[in-house]
């Protein structure tokens, strides 16, 4: 029997952390190895492409074909523990102010799964949906989690879970998260530098 359940949304990246996880881990690999360096020109030509499908997943995965499960298990931890230091400070305060309202809150971000998880370990979410990335070419995606494949993780979360989710509130700092929160009662803008409400 389908279960109707108020869900509110917080993306990650800007939302709940100063940064871009995605791309700090990319300067960090950078600052890390010399092997990134050797892709460097390939990077600045696929970059360059972007330009005509920015929101599409080739380019993001020929930039980072550097990309090893070595590097991700050698690095992860340190990162992982720098990174933590931009998260804002009234998050989890604000997480668990949502739960005990009796929402279900859900994390959806487009950074990788590898990145994300260990980054908001410590915060009871009801789930995490984020890009899922290949289990042996961690430079590839199976799943993109951005722009409208926010709403399709969501509705297979759903769906999995028997869920008929109502979205009564959903946080974010960046345009491209339109489609999530237009099914939103309340939209949270958050700035992204400063973690404030605008």
């Not at 940064?19 to 970059?47: G, Q, R, T």
């Not at 995606?141 to 959903?170: G, M, Q, S």
Request: proline content about 4%.
């Amino acid at each position: 029997m389908l279960q109707k359940v108020n869900v509110v949304i917080f993306d990650f990246d800007g939302t709940l952390s100063a940064k871009d996880s995605n791309f700090e881990f990319f300067k960090y690999c950078f600052k890390h190895s010399f092997k990134p360096w050797l892709f460097l020109p390939w990077i600045i030509i696929i970059f360059g492409t972007s330009i005509f499908n920015y929101s599409g997943v080739w380019w993001r995965q020929m930039i980072r074909f550097f990309l090893t499960k070595d590097m991700i298990e050698r690095y992860s931890q340190d990162f992982t523990q720098q990174h933590k230091k931009n998260r804002f400070k009234w998050v989890k305060k604000q997480v668990a102010l949502e739960k005990k309202r009796g929402n279900k809150v859900v994390l959806i971000s487009a950074s990788p799964d590898f990145l994300i998880l260990p980054l908001v370990d410590d915060i009871c979410f009801d789930a995490i949906l984020t890009s899922v990335t290949n289990k042996t070419k961690p430079w590839k995606y199976d799943f993109l989690c951005y722009e409208k494949n926010k709403v399709y993780a969501l509705d297979k979360w759903a769906n999995e879970n028997k869920y008929i989710p109502k979205v009564i509130r959903t946080y974010s700092d960046s345009i491209s998260d339109m489609p999530i929160m237009q099914i939103a009662q309340e939209q949270v803008w958050i700035n992204k530098k400063t973690g404030t409400r605008i």
